[in-house]
């Protein structure tokens, strides 16, 4: 398992290194535009050929990249063009903001989509179908409409929470849940769609396996046949798509943050892709595959820990 960790790790350098090189590849071909951004659309060449060398974009673009990553081991992410905000310190506030609505959300997705999966593969017939029925909804309703669903429900009609905005957790732990709690409702409808349709495949696999019917002969409640066994050898396929579905969740955020002018990760990155500031796009991608190989990580260890068979030394 220490070897298979420390493989993952290598692969995860490897790819943080390809995607960084070709995201700043891609991001030279608007350092003028970034540059006339700054200086506004009324500054002559003279004045943008300065900035350029000044800023160091003049030069080649493997040797701006080799001098960035440099920064980059030393945790200097830069600072952004147009706030002068240090992007080291800015990315993980902006993520802490959707990682409260992101990490809840998929924790409740996940102890629903667990419920209802094994209940539609263990009980089968009309459960099964009121099941897959509540699946399809999840699915086919885009999150947008069910944040206004909850919006005009619970702020407009109700006044029970708030319709826009964000209150740090540390600032006022109430006003912070009540401002998560539609868009964390918003994320969960298709969350827990994607997953309980993978949690019931795999128990249906798994109860139709040869182990489970010698498990019925012998005697062994059908509960603890369920839960200790079919449930256990299902986790893999999940887990795998509970990995996914953070990612998605993570990159859904996006609407979900302009809906609720949450300030947060995903609005972040737009507002930084519109101002072409890169140096905050480059700090965007390098948190971005840190995270993805991370939650990756986690799942594949945990799905070892679950599954013997999975393990690999």
């Known amino acids: 398992m220490l070897i298979y960790t420390l493989r993952r790790l290598a692969f995860g350098v490897i790819l943080f290194v390809l995607v960084s090189l070709i995201t700043f590849w891609l991001l030279s071909f608007s350092f003028d535009d ?6 506004g ?5 003279e004045t943008t050929a300065a900035l350029m060398r000044e800023l160091g974009l003049d030069r080649p673009v493997m040797l701006q990249y080799f001098d960035w990553l440099a920064h980059v081991v ?28 992101v990490v809840p959300a998929l924790l409740i ?18 459960v099964d179908k009121v099941v897959q029925g509540m699946m399809l909804f999840g699915y086919l ?11 005009v429900l619970f702020a407009i009609q109700l006044h029970l929470l708030p319709a826009t905005g964000f209150t740090p957790f540390s600032k006022d732990p109430a006003a ?23 949690i019931r495949g795999a128990m249906i696999d ?24 079919a449930l256990r050898n299902a986790a893999g396929p999940a887990l795998t798509v509970f990995g996914f579905e953070f990612i998605t969740m993570f990159g859904g955020a996006l609407i979900i943050e302009q809906v609720f ?14 101002e072409n500031d890169f140096p905050v796009i480059l700090g965007l991608t390098v948190f971005g595959v840190f995270l993805t190989v991370g939650v990756n990580l986690v799942t594949d260890l945990a799905n070892g820990w679950l599954n013997p068979k999975a393990r690999i030394h």
């Open 41 to 45: 659309p009324a500054a002559s060449p």
């Open 176 to 198: 912070w849940a009540r401002s998560v709690t539609i868009p964390i409702i918003a994320l969960v409808v298709a969350g827990a769609a994607n997953i309980s349709n993978q």
């Open 74 to 101: 030393q945790g200097d992410l830069g600072k952004s063009f147009f706030t002068g905000e240090p992007v080291a310190s800015a990315v993980p506030a902006r993520m802490g903001v959707t990682l409260s609505i």
């Open 206 to 229: 798994e109860l139709r396996r040869d182990y489970v019917r010698t498990l019925r002969t012998r005697g062994i409640s059908p509960m603890s046949i369920v839960i200790r066994h």
């Open 141 to 151: 309703v885009p999150n947008l409409l069910v944040a206004i669903f909850f919006v």
């Open 109 to 126: 997705s996940v102890a629903i989509s667990v419920i209802l999966g094994v209940t539609a593969a263990a009980r089968g017939g009309v």
């Open 261 to 274: 002018a949450l300030p947060g990760y995903g609005i972040y990155s737009f507002n930084s892709a519109l």
């Open 34 to 39: 970034a540059v006339t951004a700054r200086l």
